[in-house]
Structures are given as C-alpha cells and as structure tokens.
C-alpha cells in the first residue's frame, strides 16, 4: 500500500493550493482517509477528515478555509486550501485507515500514512 501527496508549494498569504493524494495498493473506498500537518517543533494535527460516505470533520483552526473530499473511483483524496495564512505552513500528510470509518480524528488509528508535501505561506 501506498499513499503520494502532491500540491505542495510556496504561496503568498491568502492564497490558495489544492493538494492530492493518490493511494495504490488496496481500495479506501470505506475507509476514513485524512490530512494530517506538522510544522517544525509542533505535534502532528488534523486538518480535515472524510469519511467512506464523504462525511468531513474540520478543526476550527481551518475550517471554513479548507475543503477536503474523494473520489474513491480514482482511489484519491484532496484538499483545496483557500485564505492561506503563515501559520499554515507545515508538512502536509495523507493517512487512510484499514478498517475504520468516520471521521477518524485520533492520528493513531492511522495505518497508513504518505511521505509528506511541503506547503509554505510566505507573509
């Protein structure tokens, strides 16, 4: 099983990103999938979860500003990332679970997780 992230980059305050993760191996058509970020000296955060079903979870740091969903045709999850702020930058991870469903917020029920993409939001 794997999980790539792409879409990172460097963008200016207030803009906008949309990252993608493309799975391989196996399907998560019901499985929760999740972004994850850690920024240099913080803990690893949630950033959104879909569930099988679509349902999303957003932490209030975000939400409003990130939008995450699926296409469990193509085995992928994304995040569109709008009104950017500095304090966005961080590593962005992709996880999907093995066998659970929800919104899965706890990082520890994640099975699988990618390498990461960088997003930076410059001042």
């Not at 979860?49 to 995450?68: C, E, I, L, Q």
């Not at 296409?71 to 992709?94: G, H, I, Q, R, V």
Request: hydrophobic share 35%; glycine share 12%.
């Amino acid at each position: 099983v794997q999980l790539v992230e792409s879409g990172g980059g460097l963008v200016q305050a207030g803009g906008s990103l949309r990252l993608t993760c493309t799975a391989s191996g196996r399907s998560f058509s019901l499985n929760a999938m999740g972004w994850f970020r850690q920024a240099p000296g913080k803990e690893r955060e949630l950033v959104a979860v879909v569930s099988g079903g679509a349902r999303t979870y957003y932490p209030d740091s975000v939400k409003g500003r990130f939008t995450a969903s699926r296409d469990n045709t193509k085995n992928e999850l994304y995040l569109e990332m709008n009104s950017l702020k500095p304090e966005d930058t961080a590593m962005y991870y992709c996880a999907a679970t093995k066998t659970l469903d929800g919104t899965v917020q706890v990082a520890a029920w994640y099975d699988y997780w990618g390498q990461g993409t960088q997003v930076t939001v410059s001042s």
